[in-house]
Nanobody, 128 residues
Framework: VQLQASGGGLVQPGGSLRLSCAAL????????IGWFRQTPGEEREGVSC??????????YYHDSVKGRFTVSRDNAKNMVYLQMTSLKPEDTAVYYC????????????????????WGQGTQVTVSS
């Protein structure tokens, strides 16, 4: 089983990045995929979660990223994406993807649950 986040980097405030999460070795289509971020000394924060269907209407977003981040998935390619726009310095963190088994419905407090699989992170730095 493998989950690998990529696409991070250094970007100026107001810029954009697209993170990717590649999945291998499990029934990807049957898992909800969440994005978390963490900075040193802080608790991990749930950023976004996409249901198995990929429905944008059923996706979850942390209040701090609503209107700026968009999560999507391509089940044919076993990929999940996090499009980040209007980036702010406070978005600086290591971003991780994780897989959950909720049978198509993301629960309200999804980030409080332990995922079945964690991916390696990718660093996002927003700075001028």
């Amino acid at each position: 089983v493998q989950l690998q986040a990529s696409g991070g980097g250094l970007v100026q405030p107001g810029g954009s990045l697209r993170l990717s999460c590649a999945a291998l070795g499990f029934d990807f289509e049957g898992y909800e995929i969440g994005w978390f971020r963490q900075t040193p000394g802080e608790e991990r924060e749930g950023v976004s979660c996409v249901p198995t269907s990929g429905s944008g209407d059923a996706a979850y977003y942390h209040d701090s990223v609503k209107g700026r981040f968009t999560v999507s998935r391509d089940n044919a390619k076993n990929m999940v994406y996090l499009q980040m726009t209007s980036l702010k310095p406070e978005d600086t963190a290591v971003y991780y993807c994780a897989a959950f088994r909720w049978w198509g419905v993301v629960p309200l407090y999804w980030s409080d649950y332990g995922p079945d699989y964690w991916g390696q992170g990718t660093q996002v730095t927003v700075s001028s």
